[in-house]
């Protein structure tokens, strides 16, 4: 064995030889003519991914952070109202976010391992005129997916702009952007996406691009303003060359590469393949006594899976084995429960094999633990839900 370990955490994931080859050819000049067709090419590919064909895609150096603060830079103005629908971790960051831009910010946290149900959140928007809405599409904290379906309807019935954070969804789970009305879809490349971390992606929609072009006053964050990348973008999506910063060359050549083996599989076979090896993963910790941390299955995600540890097994040596066995896996996340679950990324490239391995890495590990159960159940589950 060459010592390689399987990367099953939310991101950074494992990536496709091809994506990773592009990383490595010589780096062009930005205003390359190769160069120029793939970042055009890359951009048109992002709107049929996000199934968002009118809406205007956005690549920029970053992490997703920075794709929220992107959208939060242009969309707020002084005294905007926001509310945040926060279902764990991110939830709170896109709150600080808001908050710099000079929102005036209302919170609906859901209870652990839940959402916050939809007649909060539309009593809450029947209160006051927000301007926008933020909500976790899943929640990498807590495993938890949240509808986007009923966050469009509400968006649409209250006038109310809705931003979606997909850093842990997009191209994983399954989002119709345009059709559900969502009007910004973000995400960052090391995730779902199957790219190595450093691009912050984003879609907007025509009604968020009017929004921000009838701002009172102007971006108060020069980077992440749409008038320096609106520009760009428009002139490799026309094929042309343009410069404001210089792009991340071997990274969107990259993104162009995934992007075009995401579209080569087709968007429904990508949403359903997500939700088999979800499934099939779920069920496998289930059939070994473990609980998962969302607590119905129409709300559990099917990018992760946030899963607790079972009573009198301590979570560092647990996951010290499963490494040791050749996967790694994630701590959690969620501040007040933190020592008491981990967290499993299955999306992107990952394929049937690559679930089983870590179903047997950690079915192992639970047995090296002393944990008491049938031994080989869960492997047999997985298998019997992927064959
Ligand atoms: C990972 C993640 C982020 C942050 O992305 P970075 O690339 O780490 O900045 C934001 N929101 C969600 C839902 C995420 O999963």
Redesign the pocket.
Known sequence: MKGRKLLMI??PIEFDPAVLQAMSIPTTSHVAPNFIASFGHALDMMKEVWLCPSGQAFVVAG????A?DIAAANLIEPGDKALVVSTGY?GE?YADILGRYGAEIDILRADVGEIVPLETIEAKLQQKNYKLLTF?????STGVLNDPRPFGELGKKYDVLTIL?????VAGEEIRQEEWNIDVALT?S??AVGVP?GLALLVASPKAMDTWKNRKYPVPNYYADFKNWLPIMEAYQSRKPSYFGTPPVNLILALETSLQLILNDGMEFRFAKHRKLAKAFRESMQAMGLELFPQRNEIAANTLSAVYYPKGIDGNSFRKEINRQGVIVAGGLLKEKKTEYFRVGHMGEINQNDLVSTVSAIENALKSCGHSFEFGIGIKTALELLS
């Open positions: 939310p991101g992490s997703g952070t920075l929220m991110f960051r976790t599409h899943v929640d990498t954070d997909g850093v842990c969804s960052a090391q995730k971390p």
